[in-house]
């Protein structure tokens, strides 16, 4: 993985056929899809269940760029050598899952991961600061995690446009996670995200029979949140 701030869009296969992803990760990629967001949820620390590591070495096959893991999960620890040994490229966990919050970016660096810090809607951007030494991404919801298809929530603008000062030089992805769309990615990637995640906005329309709605979706939301920088 090299750095970039270039804007990459990272369908959530939240939003595919759970009885394709192989298919489907294929089908997003080929469409245009930089990065493909595997969104682990396990019914404790998000009302919410996916799947696990095993899913996760299953599909890993079928993608060839990046592999970006956010793991809805509590405690976190005890899982990230298995979500490493799946073939992960970046694992995010919840600033909110725990109460050793470094130790698990340690652990997912120490695993052969890049690590990433994912912070709730409610998550102050202060409560980073004194982790970003560390860290590879930091993940900002603008929606509540646990489901897809929600309402983008606008007061987390501010916030990634303050993370991204914070940020400065640093090789730091911004990732936005949740009501991404051509309407809402213009107003992120301005204020500093080069990461976007979308589920809903990209697979609308579109199945692995007839993948091209999915080519339409990236390429609208890229537009977008290209010609507001
Ligand atoms: C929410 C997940 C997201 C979700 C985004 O908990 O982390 O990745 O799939 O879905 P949309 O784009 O539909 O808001
Ligand atoms: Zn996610």
């Not at 270039?6 to 394709?20: E, H, T, Y």
């Not at 980073?128 to 298809?149: A, I, K, Q, R, S």
Request: charged fraction near 15%.
């Amino acid at each position: 993985m090299t750095f970039t701030r270039k804007i990459k869009i990272a369908p959530s296969i939240l939003s595919a056929d759970f009885a394709n992803f192989g298919a489907e990760c294929r089908a997003i990629e080929a469409e245009g899809a930089d990065w493909v967001h595997v969104d682990v949820m396990d019914g404790h620390f998000v009302p919410n269940i996916t799947f696990g590591p095993a899913t996760c070495a299953a599909i890993r096959p079928h993608i060839k760029g990046v592999m970006d893991v956010h793991l809805m999960i509590a405690p976190v620890d005890s899982y990230i050598d298995a979500f490493a040994g799946a073939g992960a490229d970046v694992i995010s966990a919840h600033l909110e899952a725990g109460p050793h919050i470094h130790r698990t970016l340690q652990a997912i660096r120490g695993a052969g991961a890049k690590a990433g810090l994912a912070i709730n809607p409610g998550t102050p951007i202060e409560a980073v600061e004194y982790l970003l030494d560390m860290v590879d991404l930091v993940c900002v919801m603008t929606v509540n995690p646990g489901f897809g298809g929600q309402k983008f929530i606008h007061s987390q603008i501010d916030k990634v446009a303050r993370l991204r000062a914070m940020i400065g030089d640093r090789p730091i992805h911004i990732e936005i996670d949740g009501g991404v769309t051509p309407e809402t990615a213009p107003l992120v990637a301005a204020a500093g995200a080069d990461v976007l995640v979308a589920g809903s906005a990209v697979f609308k329309g579109g199945s692995v029979e007839n993948p091209s709605p999915y080519g339409a979706n990236i390429a609208a939301i890229r537009a977008a949140a290209e010609a507001a920088l």
